[in-house]
């Protein structure tokens, strides 16, 4: 599988940083499966941080990775991912740690969706629903 990271500096050899803030999947390095979201990621850190976008290219065995990893894999933006996310993003999460984690992460779209359920003025219910892919 091919993997990708989007950043302002070319990482050959990832590292774990201390995050000083919550992420959806928490702490980790981040990659995506999709080239243009990387280049996207990219065109962000370059306008937070200075830089040129660089997108570093990596690739791991999926079956071995699956196998020998402790993952948690989402297949969708289900109610466990919105438990996951909302968790994490909040500083609360406090379940298993996992070596990997699979699946969507959040974008600015739905920014707006995360800040009204983390309010309480959507339910869960409307919450999954706003979120579903359109």
């Not at 991912?81 to 968790?87: A, I, M």
């Not at 500083?91 to 996992?98: C, I, N, Q």
């Amino acid at each position: 599988m091919i993997i990708y990271h989007g950043s302002n500096i070319p990482v050959e050899k990832p590292q774990l940083i201390r995050q000083n803030r919550f992420l959806d999947f928490g702490s980790g390095f981040y990659t995506t499966t999709n080239k243009e979201q990387a280049l996207s990621f990219a065109e962000k850190v370059v306008r937070r941080r200075d830089g040129q976008k660089v997108v570093s290219i990596y690739e791991i065995d999926e079956q071995k990775a699956f196998a020998e990893l402790k993952v948690l894999r989402f297949d969708s933006a289900n109610e466990a991912w919105l438990d996951f996310v909302s968790q994490n993003r909040e500083g609360k999460y406090t379940g298993d740690v996992y070596d990997m984690v699979y699946g969507a992460v959040a974008n600015d779209d739905v920014y707006q969706t995360f800040t009204l359920y983390a309010s309480g003025a959507y339910t869960k219910e409307q919450t999954l629903e706003a979120l579903k892919i359109k």
